[in-house]
Protein backbone atom coordinates (compact mmCIF):
# COMPACT_ATOMS: atom_id res chain seq x y z
CA UNK A 1 0.00 0.00 0.00
CA UNK A 2 1.32 2.79 -1.27
CA UNK A 3 -0.07 6.68 0.23
CA UNK A 4 -1.06 7.58 3.65
CA UNK A 5 -3.52 6.32 6.06
CA UNK A 6 -5.61 9.37 6.96
CA UNK A 7 -8.32 8.00 9.48
CA UNK A 8 -8.26 4.55 11.21
CA UNK A 9 -12.22 4.17 11.96
CA UNK A 10 -11.75 0.44 13.23
CA UNK A 11 -9.11 -1.73 13.41
CA UNK A 12 -10.19 -3.04 10.14
CA UNK A 13 -11.98 0.01 8.18
CA UNK A 14 -9.10 2.80 7.39
CA UNK A 15 -9.81 6.18 5.03
CA UNK A 16 -6.58 5.92 3.06
CA UNK A 17 -4.97 8.36 0.84
CA UNK A 18 -3.24 7.01 -2.14
CA UNK A 19 -0.11 8.40 -3.74
CA UNK A 20 -2.33 10.23 -6.23
CA UNK A 21 -3.87 11.99 -3.32
CA UNK A 22 -7.15 10.39 -3.57
CA UNK A 23 -9.10 9.42 0.02
CA UNK A 24 -10.46 5.76 -0.24
CA UNK A 25 -12.12 3.73 2.30
CA UNK A 26 -10.37 0.59 2.63
CA UNK A 27 -11.03 -2.70 4.52
CA UNK A 28 -7.90 -4.79 5.67
CA UNK A 29 -8.60 -8.57 5.41
CA UNK A 30 -5.25 -9.51 6.59
CA UNK A 31 -3.07 -7.17 8.52
CA UNK A 32 -0.22 -9.55 8.18
CA UNK A 33 -0.01 -9.98 4.54
CA UNK A 34 -1.29 -5.90 3.80
CA UNK A 35 -4.28 -7.83 1.88
CA UNK A 36 -7.33 -5.27 2.02
CA UNK A 37 -10.39 -4.60 -0.18
CA UNK A 38 -10.86 -0.76 -1.86
CA UNK A 39 -14.55 -0.22 -0.71
CA UNK A 40 -15.20 3.20 -1.75
CA UNK A 41 -13.62 6.36 -3.30
CA UNK A 42 -14.11 9.01 -0.46
CA UNK A 43 -15.28 11.60 -3.49
CA UNK A 44 -18.15 9.59 -4.37
CA UNK A 45 -19.32 9.70 -0.99
CA UNK A 46 -19.43 13.53 -0.29
CA UNK A 47 -20.74 13.78 -3.67
CA UNK A 48 -23.64 11.78 -3.13
CA UNK A 49 -24.24 12.93 0.21
CA UNK A 50 -23.72 16.08 -0.02
CA UNK A 51 -26.12 16.44 -3.30
CA UNK A 52 -29.17 14.63 -0.68
CA UNK A 53 -28.06 17.00 2.70
CA UNK A 54 -28.42 20.02 0.45
CA UNK A 55 -31.99 18.85 -0.61
CA UNK A 56 -32.86 18.15 3.09
CA UNK A 57 -31.49 21.50 4.14
CA UNK A 58 -32.20 24.03 1.21
CA UNK A 59 -36.49 24.20 3.04
CA UNK A 60 -34.88 24.90 6.91
CA UNK A 61 -35.79 28.09 8.42
CA UNK A 62 -32.14 30.01 8.10
CA UNK A 63 -33.38 33.74 9.25
CA UNK A 64 -30.43 34.61 12.01
CA UNK A 65 -27.20 33.18 13.25
CA UNK A 66 -28.08 30.96 15.42
CA UNK A 67 -30.92 29.35 13.26
CA UNK A 68 -27.72 29.12 10.78
CA UNK A 69 -25.66 27.39 13.65
CA UNK A 70 -28.66 25.19 14.30
CA UNK A 71 -29.26 24.12 10.80
CA UNK A 72 -25.27 23.85 10.40
CA UNK A 73 -25.05 21.25 13.38
CA UNK A 74 -28.16 19.42 11.93
CA UNK A 75 -26.76 19.39 8.38
CA UNK A 76 -23.65 17.72 9.66
CA UNK A 77 -25.42 15.21 11.37
CA UNK A 78 -27.56 14.22 8.14
CA UNK A 79 -23.63 13.93 6.53
CA UNK A 80 -23.17 11.61 9.29
CA UNK A 81 -25.63 8.96 8.82
CA UNK A 82 -25.54 9.66 5.10
CA UNK A 83 -22.13 8.83 4.86
CA UNK A 84 -22.53 6.04 7.19
CA UNK A 85 -25.36 4.57 5.03
CA UNK A 86 -23.79 4.65 1.99
CA UNK A 87 -20.64 3.22 3.67
CA UNK A 88 -22.54 0.35 5.12
CA UNK A 89 -24.60 -0.29 1.79
CA UNK A 90 -20.97 -0.86 0.36
CA UNK A 91 -19.69 -3.13 3.27
CA UNK A 92 -22.18 -5.43 3.05
CA UNK A 93 -21.13 -8.93 1.55
CA UNK A 94 -17.33 -7.83 1.69
CA UNK A 95 -16.51 -8.39 5.16
CA UNK A 96 -17.46 -10.95 7.96
CA UNK A 97 -21.54 -10.24 8.72
CA UNK A 98 -20.69 -10.19 12.65
CA UNK A 99 -18.89 -7.23 11.62
CA UNK A 100 -20.91 -5.86 9.93
CA UNK A 101 -23.84 -6.25 12.06
CA UNK A 102 -21.76 -5.01 14.75
CA UNK A 103 -21.34 -1.59 13.09
CA UNK A 104 -24.85 -1.11 12.43
CA UNK A 105 -25.96 -1.93 16.00
CA UNK A 106 -23.54 0.56 17.75
CA UNK A 107 -22.56 4.31 17.08
CA UNK A 108 -18.59 3.71 16.77
CA UNK A 109 -18.71 3.85 12.99
CA UNK A 110 -21.05 6.99 13.28
CA UNK A 111 -18.82 8.83 16.14
CA UNK A 112 -15.82 7.77 13.71
CA UNK A 113 -17.58 9.78 10.32
CA UNK A 114 -18.25 12.32 12.77
CA UNK A 115 -14.63 12.86 13.70
CA UNK A 116 -13.39 12.31 10.05
CA UNK A 117 -15.91 15.05 9.12
CA UNK A 118 -15.34 18.05 11.58
CA UNK A 119 -11.22 17.39 11.17
CA UNK A 120 -11.86 17.82 7.27
CA UNK A 121 -14.77 20.67 7.29
CA UNK A 122 -13.01 24.06 8.17
CA UNK A 123 -16.50 26.44 7.85
CA UNK A 124 -17.39 24.87 11.08
CA UNK A 125 -19.23 26.72 14.30
CA UNK A 126 -16.63 25.82 17.08
CA UNK A 127 -19.26 25.45 19.85
CA UNK A 128 -20.54 22.62 17.51
CA UNK A 129 -17.31 21.23 17.15
CA UNK A 130 -17.06 20.94 21.13
CA UNK A 131 -21.21 18.70 21.04
CA UNK A 132 -19.75 16.68 18.18
CA UNK A 133 -16.53 15.66 20.63
CA UNK A 134 -18.76 15.32 23.70
CA UNK A 135 -20.22 11.53 23.26
CA UNK A 136 -23.39 11.66 25.30
CA UNK A 137 -24.77 15.17 23.58
CA UNK A 138 -23.36 13.45 20.22
CA UNK A 139 -25.72 10.49 20.79
CA UNK A 140 -28.61 12.32 21.82
CA UNK A 141 -28.45 14.25 18.96
CA UNK A 142 -27.60 11.74 16.72
CA UNK A 143 -30.51 9.30 17.56
CA UNK A 144 -33.03 12.19 16.05
CA UNK A 145 -31.56 11.34 12.67
CA UNK A 146 -30.16 7.94 12.77
CA UNK A 147 -33.53 6.72 10.73
CA UNK A 148 -32.81 9.41 7.96
CA UNK A 149 -32.07 7.40 4.59
CA UNK A 150 -31.47 8.70 1.04
CA UNK A 151 -34.63 9.94 -0.54
CA UNK A 152 -36.92 10.79 2.25
CA UNK A 153 -40.06 13.25 2.00
CA UNK A 154 -39.39 16.58 3.12
CA UNK A 155 -42.14 16.45 5.70
CA UNK A 156 -40.07 13.87 7.52
CA UNK A 157 -36.50 15.91 7.42
CA UNK A 158 -38.89 19.01 8.91
CA UNK A 159 -40.77 17.16 11.45
CA UNK A 160 -36.79 15.66 12.54
CA UNK A 161 -35.32 19.12 12.67
CA UNK A 162 -38.35 20.43 14.99
CA UNK A 163 -37.54 17.68 17.58
CA UNK A 164 -33.42 18.27 16.66
CA UNK A 165 -34.45 21.85 17.83
CA UNK A 166 -36.34 21.05 20.91
CA UNK A 167 -33.45 18.66 22.17
CA UNK A 168 -31.39 21.34 21.61
CA UNK A 169 -33.44 23.73 23.56
CA UNK A 170 -34.27 21.27 25.94
CA UNK A 171 -29.93 20.78 26.61
CA UNK A 172 -29.54 24.31 27.12
Partial sequence: MEGEILYKMTDNLLIYRDRNGKDKLIYVVDPSKEKYIQILNMKE???????????????LD????????????????????????????????????DEYEQFTKD??????????????????FEENRSIIKNTSIFNKLYSLVENITFGMPKMYIINIYNKFLDTLKAMS
Fill in 45 to 59: VENNVNEAVQKYTKF
Fill in 62 to 97: IDSRENLKNVELFAFLLKVRLYEEYILRNLLGRMLF
Fill in 107 to 124: KTLAFAIAEYLSNKETPF
